[in-house]
């Protein structure tokens, strides 16, 4: 089983940039597949954000294109996004997920405000 913890959430005024990092309990060469997904209040689903599989480009939902980056760090063992101009309808709490061995794996969330 792989453990995942997000970090790096809190409160961002409208058009700002905030990062979030994953840290990978293993070594990421073993992941098939990484990605960002967040659930914004009163919905129940987790949508997709931003996705890389292994060896692959990165793939963004058309809202965050331009303004969110998804990268990796093996020498740290983190999946981070980076994400600008944000917008208070992208409040939500943001999750990171990687496929391994055929299992997905999630983290507990990390939550993003964007507020005045």
């Known amino acids: 089983q792989v453990q995942l913890v997000e970090s790096g959430g809190g409160l961002v005024q409208p058009g700002g940039s905030l990062r979030l990092s994953c840290t990978v309990s293993?070594?990421?060469?073993?992941?098939?597949?990484m990605g960002w997904y967040r659930r914004t209040p009163g919905k129940s689903a987790r949508v997709l954000v931003a996705?890389?599989?292994?060896?692959?480009?990165?793939n963004y939902a058309d809202s965050v294109k331009g303004r969110f980056t998804i990268s990796t760090d093996d020498s740290e063992n983190t999946i981070n996004l980076r994400m600008s101009k944000l917008k208070p309808e992208e409040t939500a709490v943001y999750y990171c997920?990687?496929?391994?061995?055929?299992?997905?794996?999630w983290g507990e969330g990390s939550e993003v405000t964007v507020s005045t």
């Open positions: 293993i070594n990421m060469f073993s992941l098939e597949y």
């Open positions: 996705s890389i599989f292994s060896g692959g480009q990165p």
């Open positions: 997920s990687v496929l391994y061995r055929r299992t997905n794996n």
